[in-house]
């Protein structure tokens, strides 16, 4: 499996930014792709992540409401749109992929996902 993350940036606190993670190179029909963050000096922590077989998202409680977490099947892609950033949110995002479906514990946990994308910075001026 090979995971090919795009998008981030700079944003003014309040704006927007999209990311998004291309999967490919696999033959598995149940997975589950996640987005993970990492700041300097803090621990990796998990962001959104959604599920194959419904699309079921699941958010962590500091980026509920503001971030959205999609897929495209066709395109076999996962964006992450985010909303309203502010001076939390900055810090290396990686998507992240595991071949299972994976219960809502084990969608917060990194150990979970064998594949790992590139991070992407993601910065918001105040």
């Known amino acids: 499996v090979q995971l090919q993350a795009s998008g981030g940036g700079l944003a003014q606190a309040g704006g927007s930014l999209r990311l998004s993670c291309a999967a490919s190179?696999?033959?598995?029909?149940?997975?589950?792709m996640s987005w993970f963050r990492q700041a300097p000096g803090k621990e990796r922590e998990f962001v959104a992540g959604i599920r194959s077989s419904d699309g079921n998202a699941i958010y962590a409680n500091s980026v509920k409401g503001r971030f959205t977490i999609s897929r495209d099947k066709a395109k076999n892609t996962v964006d992450l749109r985010m909303n309203v950033l502010n001076p939390d949110d900055p810090a290396i995002y990686s998507c992240?992929?595991?071949?299972?479906?994976?219960?809502?514990?084990?969608?917060?946990?990194?150990?979970?996902?064998?594949?790992w994308g590139q991070g992407t910075q993601v910065t918001v001026s105040s």
């Open positions: 190179r696999y033959t598995f029909s149940t997975y589950t």
């Open positions: 992240a992929f595991s071949p299972r479906r994976l219960i809502t514990s084990a969608v917060h946990d990194p150990a979970y996902y064998p594949y």
